[in-house]
């Protein structure tokens, strides 16, 4: 019951009303989802961090850009605390807390994101210059850095190194995290990898060079990489470039892409627009994964990336290009019963069964046959290879299907040899659309997984009634002291158990009629601070096993002897006492 009291003072009284100044979060203060003017700002205006509509009733603690000019829907995301997790647009926080940890919030209060930084000393918040949201204690060291954990976007002078993910989001509606990330991989490289749920594949640099036919050095582990102010961006492993507007001090920011490309956006100068000023691709087809299994991808300059099945394949899901597509027929291990369709300038990247150099197509449809898993290979003349010669490549799966440019080889698929001269005529591209997932709005909805956590909440709504009369037996308890100068409540009886402190450690509890609350709890403060013990465990009822917040206990236990001082002058106002409560910290 008393951690519950304890719990629930703290539910309400918890997060106190935000200061709301665009300078600063200061320790014990927060900002509301529902507030509008909950914003930080930076200094030179150009950022700001809070809450951002990312659906219907959903919500995700962000940066943005305030350039080009932006509403609620419309704004350049460069960080989110919790793109994954988003809160309810009502009653949701993000709580400096006075121990130092900043907390975000949900109304039911689960706490959905945490920076878990700990400060003896008062700490404070602030969005500097450069879109970077600092915690700082008050010598001024930092204690956490939104820099330090970046979601899908790079800004300048940001450092970029082996802790860093860039990840891009879901799709254009969905920020949360996607299947593309940048990353500095075990060989000190930096790399672009799709990582889906059914496989994952580096993609850039591309796979097929060694790193340094790359450009790209394995040797300096120190693994950082930085865009500077002016547009150049330098990696360890010497991988560098300078934006188109290299030299000019315009915004700019590095994103990881949903369609699996790295960009370097400027904003224009009218400010009204970001402009691409680099890429690490031109061509698109060129990122893992966008299509599915078994699919094609095709890039057609007017139009964009497109999808499309292969003969005798069939769309998984006609919503979504990202599951691929499946086979219409079953393919017998029988090797006489299979055939091959050409597929001219395909390639499938990865999942090779084996390299057989120097074998002629015939040899080449003869290993595959006899392959049960085989699904088709790839045929290919190398001249610039030593030595010269075809080479063969059987498939187990069907991934990242694409047509590069002047890629001077063929594919050859697998299929029942009695339905060759069927599919034969249609060698041919189906062009469907490389859409991501239609965008739907994302809707919050409750979802209690949690069992602590919903069983928290159902507690709280079901004691809210207990909640109003402990409040009311508080104030009239103080109350009734103020105004009857009279050292013996009857409230005192009562409030042993209602504050949990112990009043039956020893056996006596119910002989507060001549022991009361405040000279009980006087004295066991003073026998505490002769045994040099602190005071707390002296009173706190110990079957709260310790699960109380000891500042919100202490304070508590302060305001209530307050109430009770034999000097009339002494006790507070009820005004103060309200404020004493609502002094506790983000819980
Ligand atoms: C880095 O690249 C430059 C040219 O782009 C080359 O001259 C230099 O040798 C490279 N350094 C390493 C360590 O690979
Ligand atoms: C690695 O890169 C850092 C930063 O560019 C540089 O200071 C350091 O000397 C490099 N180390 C080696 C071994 O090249
Ligand atoms: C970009 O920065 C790197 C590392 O600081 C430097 O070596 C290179 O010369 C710079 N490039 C240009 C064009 O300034
Ligand atoms: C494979 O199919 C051929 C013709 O359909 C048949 O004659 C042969 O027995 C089959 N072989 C096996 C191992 O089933
Ligand atoms: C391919 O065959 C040619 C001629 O038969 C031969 O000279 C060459 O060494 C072979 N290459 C390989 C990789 O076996
Ligand atoms: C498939 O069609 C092409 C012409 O479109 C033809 O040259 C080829 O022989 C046909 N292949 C089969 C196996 O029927
Ligand atoms: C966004 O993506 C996440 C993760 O796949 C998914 O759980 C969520 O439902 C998506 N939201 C919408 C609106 O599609």
């Not at 509606?173 to 889906?196: A, M, P, R």
């Not at 001269?421 to 659309?433: A, E």
Request: net charge neutral; with cysteine; charged share 20%.
């Amino acid at each position: 019951m008393a951690k519950l009291i304890i719990l629930i003072l703290c539910l309400i009284l918890s997060c106190p009303l935000s200061s709301s100044s665009s300078n600063g979060l200061w320790a014990g203060s927060s900002l509301s989802v529902e507030s509008a003017s909950d914003v930080l700002t930076s200094p030179d205006g150009i950022f700001s961090a809070g809450f951002h509509p990312v659906g219907q009733n959903a919500y995700s603690f962000a940066i943005w850009f305030n350039k080009p000019s932006c509403n609620a829907n419309s704004c350049t995301i460069v960080w989110m605390a919790n793109r994954d997790q988003p809160v309810n647009g009502k009653g949701s926080r993000l709580c400096l807390q006075k121990s130092g940890n900043l907390v975000l919030k949900d109304a039911g209060h689960i706490v959905v994101w945490e920076t878990k930084t700990i400060s003896v000393s008062p700490t404070q918040l602030k969005l500097e210059n450069g879109g970077n949201l600092v915690l700082r204690d008050s010598r001024g060291r930092k204690l956490w850095q939104s820099y330090d954990s970046p979601t899908d976007t790079l800004l300048p002078l940001q450092p970029f190194t082996e802790n860093s993910r860039l990840i891009s989001s879901k799709s254009q509606g969905n920020h949360s995290s996607g299947y593309y990330q940048l990353y500095f991989d075990t060989d000190n490289v930096l790399c672009l990898l799709y990582k889906g749920p059914e496989f994952s594949s580096v993609y850039w640099p591309s796979p097929w060079l060694l790193r340094w036919e790359a450009g790209r050095s394995t040797f300096n582990n120190s693994k950082i990489a930085v865009l500077d102010s002016l547009g150049n961006f330098s990696s360890t492993d010497n991988f560098t470039f300078v934006s188109a507007d290299y030299g000019s001090r315009v915004p700019r920011m590095l994103k990881m892409d949903l369609d699996g490309n790295i960009r370097l956006y400027s904003l224009n100068e009218d400010e009204e627009t970001w402009v691409v000023s680099w890429q690490a691709f031109p061509q698109p087809c060129m990122a893992h994964g966008c299509c599915g299994p078994n699919s094609i991808c095709i890039y057609i300059p007017d139009s964009g990336r497109k999808c499309s099945c292969p003969p005798g394949y069939i769309m998984v899901d006609p919503t979504d290009w990202s599951l691929g597509c499946q086979s219409e027929f079953k393919l017998s291990c029988n090797e006489t019963e299979v055939g091959y369709l050409k597929l001219r300038h395909v390639e499938y990247y990865g999942y090779d069964y084996n390299m057989y150099p120097n074998v002629t197509l015939d040899d080449c449809k003869r290993i595959c046959s006899e392959l049960c898993d085989c699904k088709g290979f790839q045929f290919r003349f190398i001249k610039a290879h030593e030595p010269d010669g075809t080479y063969c490549y059987p498939k187990t799966q069907l991934l990242n299907g694409h047509r590069p440019p002047n890629f001077n080889a063929d594919f050859y698929l697998k299929v029942p040899k009695a339905t060759v001269p069927f599919y034969n005529n249609s060698v041919q591209d189906i062009k469907l659309q490389c859409s991501n997932k239609l965008i739907q709005p994302l809707e919050r909805h409750y979802s209690k997984k949690h069992v602590n956590e919903s069983v928290r909440f159902a507690l709280w709504s079901a004691s809210a009634v207990g909640v109003v009369e402990i409040l009311t037996v508080i104030f009239v308890w103080c109350f009734l002291i103020r105004t009857h100068d009279h050292d013996k409540s009857p409230m005192a009886r009562r409030s042993p158990a209602a504050m949990g402190i112990n009043g039956s450690s020893d056996g006596s509890g119910s002989k507060t009629e001549q022991r009361t609350l405040v000279a009980w709890v006087k004295e066991h403060m003073g026998r505490a601070e002769e045994i040099g013990e602190t005071w707390k465990q002296e009173i706190i009822d110990p079957k709260l096993k310790g699960e109380y917040d000891e500042g919100e206990m202490l304070d508590l236990v302060a305001a209530a002897l307050r109430c009770v001082q034999e000097d009339r002058d002494a006790r507070p106002t009820m005004g103060e006492v309200v404020e004493m409560l609502l002094r506790h910290k983000c819980h």
